[in-house]
């Protein structure tokens, strides 16, 4: 188990170099640069602008000097917010991006494990087809659709809750939560819904009901455990996925999250505040994954056999 | 039976949804009761730094955090006193002469005094800084200068401090609209020892804007700094005019999306919007004009030529095209914001000055003017590239004039979009031969509208040069006796610039907004100019801005 994750540790470090390059690269080819204005700007305060983010040395300099900040830790000065660290603003919105993201998985795993088990206890029955189609829903209904219909209904025709916000009046995380995570639930439900079905027509399901088990015990404690394996295997990516793709839900809540400094970056050629947020969704995107590859050796017994085998 | 669990389970979910959600006292209640203003500002604020900083955002919380020497009146944009409470403006123009008031403060206690003018000044010409807007220095003498370090001694620059409450100003040229400059954020005055305290004065981004550091001199004072959450202000009580201010505080909400914007003052969020969703204009208009603010706004939009370009060289070319644009069908049926089509390039009625009609739609003349430079009926017309920045609204525009052009002239066009930064980049190097433009005026004067068009200018940008025009506005105008001589010849040089079409005025921008009936105090004017200490919110007033609630649901959607 522990030569599997130092292997798989020290298989990330390339990847992320990789991510690093490129990305470092790509942003520098795109035309137009991080001071371009509509506005002309004096070439003497340009000149002052690149000099003071080492714009003005050759690009091999720029990029080892990129690299020694990261092996540092450091992500350097954000272009756009000149008083902000690429760090201090991942720090400021991670919180909350974390946040938002767990609460969406809670809606995700909640109402999605509970619509798939309920499913696939009746299969091909409307208690079956009911939750699916609305799961296909869910799944085919983009966040920018499902967000303001959530909003446009809870929020102004019935005004239970505030229509954005984050943490500033009560019940204003309810419905970010329920947009982010409602897409993850819908497929969260699809998967444990195969997964039981499988489950419930083993062996030794048959058993436990022929020993005379009520059927909930049979269902949470014989029949789970095997079915929701491959709902956790998706949890670790769908996580780093809720992490990273919150852009669009943190836009229409005005939510002062991490998501919209990724895409805004690219927008306004924050080269720092590009590579910082790409390394970092790529570190964490690696990392969930291995958390989810471990989990998932730890609860089956059959990789966990062949991992021993394997050695 | 287990279904029934499971029933019970997510009934017991739902009912946890509904409780957790009483709606609470909205922000426009609790603020009418304490008297704190609730502001939408469009994007987050970069920055607080005034020597730093480039937009309207920053500049809306600037102007309540800081004061520069002089203010406008909001009704009628001509200069008021700010810091200094009176001048003398010397008989060639170039020398101006501020007495400042005695009772100014920095919200620390501290006088504000000619010394703290004269070192703002400085440090906002330090190239290290960064300073973008510094060319609104330049009109002062030497400040070009320095700036580009043609002049290592600062003392050289036209600034100069007579004694502690009066500062001397020497311009290189008489520039009549230099007290409206005053009033822009890079030339308010900093706090020179906090500037000290926390890093060097040409330091970019250190810590001093932050709250609890940041000293100012304006009605209010900063209190509350989260990135994009908000922007808290309070009431300054050292500030001179404390008196006048009326509001306890103001917070300035990050409002990105328009849309969401909309929502949150539908919902008693918001006493005040930055915009408002253009599907939205309508149906305001016809169920709650009272709460739309619409007025028209010191900016343009417009097609830059270029004028490199074989094809378009030729200004009858131009002509034609600018002649077969229906302003008004693109007004009413494309942008239908309430906009006015635009017959010259300076939007009229510039602190008094408009512009003569500079062309009108007229497509049989139009297609006479094609037809004399080689192009009859649009025949071995180059296909010709429309390039504008990619967003919804300049498509549906260019799509517009794309049909107008090829209907009344028989010329094909083609859309080209290009992401923001790249389309900034193509103008600049001249890589186009039509594009999409904007120009907001920096000050209120046909000056800023006027001086980008000289030859070479950093604005220019379609390759376009004429030397009369250059003379009018480099030479003539500036040394003009009056005001009247000088808009005189300004009229002049602008019917150079509409003759000769190296850009086509499309219409004159607006500015809409949404207000509360709470919100007292504002005076619409084209600079979109907020005095804040004006400002008061009737505390009578509770909730959402509509009347009643079924009004409000079906009223906007």
């Given amino acids: ?311 | 039976m287990i279904s029934n669990k499971f029933y019970t389970l997510i009934i017991l979910f739902c009912l946890l949804l509904i409780t957790g959600c009483s709606g609470g006292e909205s922000n426009v209640t609790t603020g009418n009761r304490d008297g704190i203003l609730h502001w939408g500002n469009g994007t987050d604020p970069q920055e607080l730094d005034p020597h730093i900083v480039t937009g309207v955002p920053e500049h809306h919380i600037l102007t309540a955090l800081l004061e520069g020497l002089v203010l406008k009146d909001p009704a009628t944009l001509e200069p008021a006193p700010g810091v200094a409470e009176r001048w003398e403006v010397s008989s060639d123009g170039k020398i101006y002469t501020f007495h400042l008031r005695h009772n100014a403060r920095w919200s620390n206690g501290d006088p504000v005094t000619a010394h703290d003018f004269a070192w703002s000044w400085w440090r906002a010409l330090q190239p290290a800084l960064g300073n973008q807007y510094a060319y609104m220095f330049f009109p002062v003498k030497n400040a070009e200068a320095y700036l580009n370090q043609e002049i290592k001694d600062f003392s050289q620059v036209g600034v100069k401090v007579l004694d502690n409450y009066t500062l001397r100003v020497e311009l290189s040229n008489p520039t009549p609209y230099f007290l409206q400059l005053l009033d822009h954020y890079s030339m308010f005055p900093v706090h020179r020892p906090t500037i000290e305290k926390f890093g060097a004065a040409d330091e970019r981004g250190s810590l001093w804007t932050r709250p609890g550091n940041f000293v100012g001199n304006g009605p209010f004072m900063l209190t509350e700094w989260q990135l994009f959450k908000k922007v808290d202000v309070a009431k300054n009580p050292y500030y001179w005019d404390a008196a006048t201010v009326k509001l306890n505080g103001i917070r300035f909400h990050p409002t990105e999306n328009v849309t969401t914007e909309e929502r949150m003052f539908r919902s008693g969020q918001l006493h005040h919007t930055a915009s408002i969703p253009i599907d939205k204009v309508a149906v305001y208009k016809k169920n709650n004009p009272e709460l739309l603010h619409s007025h028209p706004y010191l900016g343009n939009y417009f097609y830059r030529i270029n004028t490199k370009s074989p094809h378009l060289s030729d200004k009858r070319v131009r002509q034609a095209l600018a002649m077969s644009i229906n302003g008004q069908q693109i007004v009413e049926q494309v942008t239908k914001g309430g906009e006015v089509p635009a017959y010259t390039f300076t939007p009229p009625d510039t602190l008094g000055y408009t512009a003569k009609r500079g062309f009108e739609f007229n497509p049989e003349k139009a297609r006479q003017l094609l037809a004399d430079a080689g192009y009859p009926n649009g025949e071995g017309f180059p296909v010709t590239e429309l390039l504008y920045n990619t967003s919804e609204g300049h498509r549906k525009i260019a799509v517009a004039i794309q049909q107008m052009w090829n209907q009344y002239l028989g010329v094909n066009i083609t859309l080209n979009n290009q992401d923001w930064k790249v389309y900034l980049n193509s103008v600049d190097n001249g890589d186009y031969a039509i594009a999409r433009a904007g120009w907001i005026g920096d000050y209120v004067d046909p000056n800023t509208f006027l001086d980008m068009w000289i030859t070479g200018g950093g604005n220019n940008r379609t390759g376009w040069s004429n030397a009369r025009y250059d003379e009018l506005i480099l030479k003539l105008a500036p040394t003009a006796s009056d005001r009247e001589t000088r808009y005189k010849l300004m009229t002049e040089a602008e019917a150079i610039l509409l003759d000769e079409m190296p850009v086509i005025p499309i219409y004159i921008y607006n500015s809409k907004s949404l207000v509360h009936p709470s919100l007292k105090g504002l005076t619409p004017n084209i600079l979109d100019y907020t005095v804040y200490k004006n400002l008061s919110l009737d505390s009578s007033y509770q909730g959402k801005p509509f009347n009643n609630k079924n009004h409000s649901g079906e009223a906007v959607h």
């Fill in chain 1, 1 to 311: 188990m522990f030569r599997f994750i130092i292997s798989r540790v020290l298989q990330a470090i390339p990847v992320l170099l990789v991510v690093v390059t490129i990305t470092f690269f790509l942003v520098r080819v795109a035309p137009g640069g991080p001071f371009s204005a509509e506005k002309a700007v004096p070439p003497e305060v340009i000149k002052a602008l690149e000099a003071r983010y080492h714009l003005d040395e050759p690009i091999w300099q720029q990029y080892l000097g990129y690299l020694n900040d990261l092996v540092h830790g450091e992500f350097g000065p954000s272009f756009r917010y000149p008083g902000r660290t690429v760090n201090e603003l991942i720090a400021g919105g991670l919180p909350i991006t974390a946040e938002l993201a767990f609460y969406a998985m809670l809606v995700a795993v909640i109402i999605g494990v509970c619509a798939g088990v309920f499913a696939a206890l009746k299969p091909n029955t409307p208690q079956d087809y009911i939750p699916m189609s609305a799961a296909m829903l869910g799944i085919c209904m983009p966040s920018f659709l499902m967000g303001p219909l959530l909003v446009l209904v809870f929020g102004i025709w019935f005004e239970w809750v505030p229509v954005s916000g984050w943490g500033d009046l009560p019940g204003d995380k309810i419905l970010p939560a329920i947009t982010l995570g409602s897409g993850y639930a819908a497929f969260l439900a699809r998967l444990s819904r195969g997964g039981m079905l499988e489950v419930m027509s083993q062996d030794y399901i048959r058993t436990a009901r022929a020993k005379g088990l009520p059927e909930w015990v049979v269902v949470l404690k014989h029949g789970l455990r095997g079915g929701l394996i491959p709902v956790v295997a998706f949890l670790g990516p769908a996580f780093a996925g809720l992490l990273s793709g919150s852009f669009v839900v943190e836009t229409i809540f005005q939510i002062p999250g991490l998501g919209r400094f990724y895409v805004q970056a690219a927008f306004n050629r924050d080269y720092t505040m590009i590579l910082g947020t790409t390394v970092f969704f790529a570190t964490l995107i690696v990392l969930f994954n291995l958390l989810s590859d471990i989990v998932s050796v730890w609860i089956n017994p059959k990789l966990r056999h062949q991992l021993r085998e394997g050695k």
